[in-house]
């Protein structure tokens, strides 16, 4: 069974920096494309970056140069480290897992963030 955990939202200053975690069940970060998604208020989900197994990432254009993805294997995690931080990056992220095999698509339970003074 899959099981994500996020933690690491909060409230932060513009300018300021948080990093996500995800914690995975079994060896989901080495074997599944993990990615962050995000969503606020009155709008659709939004994907902010993946990550491949062999460790290819992409990103939105909004948070390119200010956010990075990354896991370890190990720790059986994935992570978001998120740097100037903006008023519009206020959302609750999601951790996403996908199958290579079947595609299905797994989610965490999400964790908030809010970029404000």
């Known amino acids: 069974q899959v099981q994500l955990v996020e933690s690491g939202g909060g409230l932060v200053q513009p300018g300021g920096s948080l990093r996500l975690s995800c914690a995975a069940s079994g060896s989901i970060v080495s074997l599944y494309t993990m990615a962050w998604y995000r969503q606020s208020p009155g709008n659709e989900r939004e994907l902010v970056a993946q990550?491949?197994?062999?460790?290819?990432?992409i990103y939105r254009d909004s948070v390119k140069d200010r956010f990075t993805i990354s896991k370890d294997s190990t720790k059986k995690a994935l992570y978001l480290q998120m740097s100037s931080l903006r008023p519009e990056d206020t959302a609750v992220y999601y951790c996403?897992?996908?199958?290579?095999?079947?595609?299905?698509?797994?989610w965490g339970q999400g964790t908030q963030v809010t970029v404000s003074s």
């Open positions: 990550i491949t197994t062999a460790g290819s990432t």
């Open positions: 996403n897992a996908v199958s290579p095999l079947s595609r299905n698509s797994y």
